[in-house]
Nanobody, 126 residues
Framework: LELVESGGGLVQPGGSLRLSCAAS????????IGWFRQVPGKERGGVAC????????KYEDSVKGRFTISRDDAKNTVFLQMNDLKPEDTAVYYC????????????????????WGQGTPVTVSS
């Protein structure tokens, strides 16, 4: 499975961006998708994830109420809508796919994500 992220860029604090994660094959019913982010010099951490049928989602505490993960299975694409962006959201954002169960991938443990995109950078700055 190949994943390609897009939609990153420069945005002012309080602004919004929508990231996309396009998959090379059908993901509906098969793959959970997670979004992660990494700041240079720091470990990569989980942001949000969605289960294979889109019925369950989970968010890291700092993005709850601001970020929304969703999927358009007709397009084999998962989105991360990011609102009210803050400078601390600046990072490279990655999407990743998992075929493990909810109890494994929902903790954002990278061991349970088998396929990764190359990342898209997001900069929040005035």
């Amino acid at each position: 499975l190949e994943l390609v992220e897009s939609g990153g860029g420069l945005v002012q604090p309080g602004g919004s961006l929508r990231l996309s994660c396009a998959a090379s094959e059908v993901i509906s019913g098969y793959y959970a998708i997670g979004w992660f982010r990494q700041v240079p010099g720091k470990e990569r951490g989980g942001v949000a994830c969605i289960n294979p049928n889109g019925g369950s989602t989970k968010y890291e505490d700092s993005v709850k109420g601001r970020f929304t993960i969703s999927r358009d299975d007709a397009k084999n694409t998962v989105f991360l809508q990011m609102n009210d962006l803050k400078p601390e959201d600046t990072a490279v954002y990655y999407c990743a796919a998992s075929r493990y169960g909810w109890n494994f991938y929902s903790n954002f443990n990278e061991r349970f994500y088998e396929d990764w995109g190359q990342g898209t950078p997001v900069t929040v700055s005035s």
